[in-house]
């Protein structure tokens, strides 16, 4: 309990749990890429085997900000953090900040 009083007085949302990170980006894609997708393993490039662009992956970002009820420094996201679904679950799981 007290680990995670001390994480809400931070403002970062280590909670947000990183299978539920992964399980939000698999039910985003589909409506941010606009065609069906089944649900995709950590390791698919983002990029390179789903045509994710800079837009999409600026609209795949608040879309999980809008999904998980956080926010996310957009500024902060490197290449590498967008490399995969896994390491995009990363980032998201360990950056982000709590809305109040």
């Known amino acids: ?10 403002g970062r949302d280590e909670g ?3 299978a539920r990170v992964v399980e939000s980006i698999n039910l985003l894609l589909p409506r ?3 065609r ?4 995709q393993s ?3 490039c983002l990029f390179d085997e789903l045509g994710l662009t800079s837009a ?3 609209a795949l970002i608040l879309e999980l900000e809008e999904e998980l009820d956080i926010q996310i420094e957009v500024e902060e996201i ?12 990363d980032y ?3 950056h982000a900040i709590t809305e109040d």
């Open 1 to 10: 309990m007290e680990q995670v009083i001390e994480q809400e007085s931070t």
């Open 36 to 39: 069906e997708l089944p649900a």
């Open 32 to 34: 941010v890429l606009k």
């Open 78 to 89: 490197g290449q590498d953090d967008l490399r995969s679904l896994g390491t995009l679950a």
């Open 92 to 94: 998201v799981s360990t």
């Open 56 to 58: 999409s992956t600026l």
């Open 42 to 44: 950590e390791e698919v």
């Open 16 to 18: 947000v749990p990183r």
